[in-house]
Every structure is written in C-alpha cells, then in structure tokens.
C-alpha cells in the first residue's frame, strides 16, 4: 500500500481549510499558494471532496470553498479510502473483489487479514481536527 498524492494532498487541503476555518469561503487559490500544490490539480481534489460533501464550494466573488463539517467529524482513514480507492494491503483484501479461489488453503489469509485491521482502526482513529493540532507537547525543549 501506497498513499498517492491525491490521498496526501486531500489532508493537506483540509488541515488548511481547518486552520483557516474563521474566513466563510476560502479561495482555492490561497491553498494552493500555502501548501505548494499546482491548483490545477487541487481541483481535482476538491471536486472529489465536494462530491461527497466534505466540502462545499460557491462561485463567484467572495466564494470558494470551506469544510462541510466540523473538523473533529472528519474522519482521515474515510477521507484516504475515497480518494485512494482502497488501503487494502492485498487484492484479496478490498471489498469490493470476488472472494479469493484459494481462500481454503491460503495460509498468509489472516496475516493479511490482521495488517487489513491494523491499517483500517490506526486510520480511523484520527480526525482533520486530530492532524490540525499545533499543540506538540513535550517538543519545546529549551537549551
């Protein structure tokens, strides 16, 4: 498994969207600058985004975009799975395939299984609002 851009950039948009959360629509243009993504293809995103009402976007002057729910209601491991597809380890894993024709015999079956699990309950225990926090404490060492 290997988190695309796509997956990556989505938390960045929303980690931005959240920390900018006290203006009503935000350009896409001002995330673009910020997170040093082409806009082009933060388009692409966002309209993903949009589509399943993550957020929600306005034309014209003044518009743009901003969360559609508050960020500790924004889930990361849901947000990876609909930009990415899957987090699925293995084919056999994914949901939407067809049972495996050695699923009898398979003997790496319920490792694969376990990893499955473990990547799924680590992804869904974090929020937008989880990653946005700049409160890092233990890290201000002071020499």
Not at 96 to 103: A, F, G, I, Y
Not at 120 to 129: E, G
Request: glycine residues 8%; charged residues 30%.
């Amino acid at each position: 498994m290997l988190i695309s851009t796509k997956g990556r950039y989505a938390l960045r948009v929303l980690i931005d969207m959240a920390e900018h959360s006290s203006q009503e629509y935000i350009k896409l243009s001002d995330i673009a600058d910020r997170q040093e993504i082409s806009e082009k293809y933060l388009e692409s995103i966002v309209r993903q985004l949009v589509v399943n009402k993550i957020v929600t976007g306005l034309r014209g002057k003044g518009g743009g975009y901003k969360l559609a729910k508050a960020p500790d209601e924004i889930n990361v491991g849901e947000i990876l799975r609909m930009m990415e597809g899957s987090l699925a380890p293995v084919a056999c894993m994914e949901e939407t395939n067809l049972p495996c024709p050695r699923v009898g015999e398979c003997r790496t079956r319920e490792f694969w299984r376990g990893l499955n699990d473990a990547i799924r309950r680590y992804t869904d225990s974090f929020t937008i609002a989880d990653l946005a926090r700049t409160d890092k404490t233990g890290y201000d060492y002071i020499i």
